[in-house]
């Protein structure tokens, strides 16, 4: 059980387009999700909190107007990176706890998506 | 202080050696934490939770210093399959989200 799907799981994009990655929760409703963002041997490092039927709290320094998201629905975030840069070339991961769980239990991950921005 | 600070090694052993590393995090008032196994360009998978002094799981041990604000990943008996980079993570900032810290390499040679 819990698992959360990511799609694509790779793109390649040239630069000034944008990119639309989604996560879905397959088996559990989650009315939070999670997007991380993983530089090359870096840490995993939080860029927003996406909240279903809400707005999304980004973390400080990330920039809500190119990394937009949306949850539209218990089981979907999507996260579009708009007008992509090189400096954008990442592994973006989504992740879920279970609605109902405590902030305490684990998070689920999706299986991540690597952007390569040309 | 960080939130969450691991040493990134890297750690090498020889197989069938035991390993140990550390974690330490900056909220006293934390009670939950969290070690995940990523393997390379993969996503994490949690490899054990804990909630009180530890938690014991085949080869795997974690345990946690309250006192001194660290948690330990103790693998005996290491495989090669062991190799992968370990995370720790705690919840922050009184919300929902985990905190990472950068992770330890291990690489587990024959």
């Known amino acids: 059980g819990a698992v959360v799907s990511q799609h694509p799981s790779r793109v390649i994009c040239k630069s000034g387009t944008s990119v639309k990655i989604e996560c879905r929760s397959l088996d559990f409703q989650a009315t939070t999700m999670f997007w991380y963002r993983q530089f090359p041997k870096q840490s995993l490092m939080l860029m927003a909190t996406?909240?279903?039927?809400?707005?999304?709290?980004?973390e400080q320094g990330v920039e809500k107007d190119k990394f937009l998201i949306n949850h539209a629905s218990l089981t979907l975030s999507t996260l579009t990176v708009t007008s992509a840069h090189p400096e954008d070339s990442s592994f973006y991961i989504c992740?879920?706890?279970?609605?109902?769980?405590?902030?305490?239990?684990?998070?689920?991950f999706g299986n991540g998506t690597r952007l390569t921005v040309t | 202080r960080k939130e969450v600070e691991q040493d990134p090694g890297p750690f090498n052993v020889p197989e069938g050696a035991t390993v140990a590393f550390n974690c330490t995090y900056s909220n006293s008032a934390s009670q939950s934490f969290f070690w995940y196994r990523q393997d390379c360009r993969k996503e994490p998978k949690l490899l054990m939770s804990?909630?009180?002094s530890g938690n014991e799981d085949g080869r795997f041990t974690a345990q946690l210093n309250r006192a001194s604000q660290y948690i330990s990943l103790l693998i005996r008996d290491s495989k090669l399959s062991d190799s992968a980079t370990y995370l720790c993570a705690v919840p922050g900032g009184g919300a929902q989200k985990l905190v990472f810290g950068q992770g330890t390499r291990l690489t587990i040679n024959p």
């Open positions: 804990v909630y009180s």
């Open positions: 996406s909240n279903e039927g809400s707005k999304a709290t980004y």
């Open positions: 992740s879920a706890r279970e609605t109902g769980y405590a902030y305490n239990s684990p998070l689920h």
